[in-house]
């Protein structure tokens, strides 16, 4: 069992950034952060997986980053530019096995760990 903690979630303003971190209690194959907004599906936002591939959905590249530490289990998400489309929920997730599942990335029925999640919100 793997037990994953984010933080550093919060309230800023349009164009500001925000960093969450999460640690996983495991080594996992894929460390990857997830979003809800109110009403909407969750949708993969970046994935960072133990061989040093990286994974950004459209909507986020170029102003988010992602950076993992293997030896410690740890995902950080540096987000720059923020908009208020990018307010939501945002949850650490973690793939266990890299050979189960559909093999992509943002689909959440590959991860088999969440975190509690942390709100991010971003004002006009």
């Known amino acids: 069992q793997v037990q994953l903690v984010e933080s550093g979630g919060g309230l800023v303003q349009s164009g500001g950034s925000l960093r969450l971190y999460c640690v996983s209690s495991?080594?996992?194959?894929?460390l990857a952060w997830f979003r809800q907004a109110p009403g909407k599906e969750r949708e993969g936002v970046s994935c960072s997986s133990s061989d040093g591939k990286t994974y950004y959905a459209d909507s986020v590249k170029g102003r988010f980053t992602i950076s993992r530490d293997n030896a410690k289990n740890t995902v950080l998400l540096q987000m720059n530019s923020l908009t208020p489309e990018d307010t939501a929920v945002y949850y650490c997730?973690?793939?266990?096995?890299?050979?189960?599942?559909?093999?992509?990335?943002?689909?959440?029925?590959?991860?088999?760990?969440w975190g509690q999640g942390t709100q991010v919100t971003v004002s006009s």
């Open positions: 495991g080594f996992t194959y894929n």
């Open positions: 997730a973690a793939q266990y096995d890299r050979y189960r599942g559909t093999g992509y990335w943002g689909d959440i029925r590959n991860y088999d760990y």
